[in-house]
């Protein structure tokens, strides 16, 4: 069964702090990516990566950064956590443009 | 205006009833085109592909109106549990990126 995990299902940050969301893949896939999804916003692309150290941003990078050191584990780097950026975070991988698996998500909430 | 749009519903049919859902898309240069189903609270999944020739798999059929810009998804015999949102996936400029819609929202009672 193909997976994608996320490290925390729930998150709570305080403003400023810097935050760690993990995501981890079991599919060899070349492509990952990091979203938010917000009521009526619908799934928002932050940053996306197709390859080992290779990343390109999205429509939202604003506030984030994003790691890919080994080929089935993609970060998300808030650098300095905002009230804005309570969200949900899915991360998602998949190869070419087959399916696209995400992962359970992370309800992060910045207080 | 958004790159795909979906009227968000929710839609509030009874069992058996036949829906449908209409997603318009803006880039013309769209190549792949897909149907995600969301239960409340979880990831999006994959509910089917559509392809130019319309799709069909059991009671869901998808259909792509290129020169229209539009892809839709007809649910036929509705059970309780097809309760959902569904997201009108396409293709950006790049085919690393998918653009999803804001979702529809369908809500089956008995």
């Known amino acids: 069964d193909v997976k994608v995990t996320q490290s925390s299902r729930y998150l709570v940050k305080r403003t400023g702090e810097k935050v760690f969301l993990e995501c981890v893949q079991d599919?060899?896939?070349?492509?990952m990516f990091w979203y938010r999804q917000d009521p009526g916003l619908g799934l928002r692309l932050i940053y996306f990566?197709?390859?080992?150290?290779?990343?390109e941003k999205g429509d939202i990078p604003e506030g984030y950064s994003v790691s890919r050191e080994k080929k089935e584990r993609f970060s998300l780097i808030l650098e300095s956590a905002s009230t804005n950026q309570t969200s949900m975070y899915l991360c998602?991988?998949?190869?070419?443009?087959?399916?696209?698996?995400f992962g359970p998500g992370t309800r992060l909430t910045v207080t | 205006r958004k790159e795909v749009e979906q009227d968000p519903g929710p839609f509030n049919v009874p069992e058996g009833a036949t829906v449908a859902f209409n997603c318009t898309y803006s880039n013309s240069a769209s190549q792949s085109f897909f149907w995600y189903r969301q239960d409340c609270r979880k990831e999006p999944k994959l509910l089917m592909s559509v392809y130019s020739s319309g799709n069909e798999d059991g009671r869901f059929t998808a259909q792509l109106n290129r020169a229209s810009q539009y892809i839709s998804l007809l649910i036929r015999d509705s059970k309780l549990s097809d309760s959902a949102t569904y997201l009108c996936?396409?293709?950006?400029?790049?085919?690393?990126?998918?653009?999803f819609g804001s979702g529809t929202r369908l809500l089956v009672r008995p």
């Open positions: 599919m060899d896939h070349e492509n």
């Open positions: 998602a991988s998949r190869t070419g443009v087959r399916e696209q698996y």
């Open positions: 990566s197709y390859d080992v150290k290779m990343k």
């Open positions: 996936v396409v293709t950006g400029g790049s085919s690393y990126k998918l653009i």
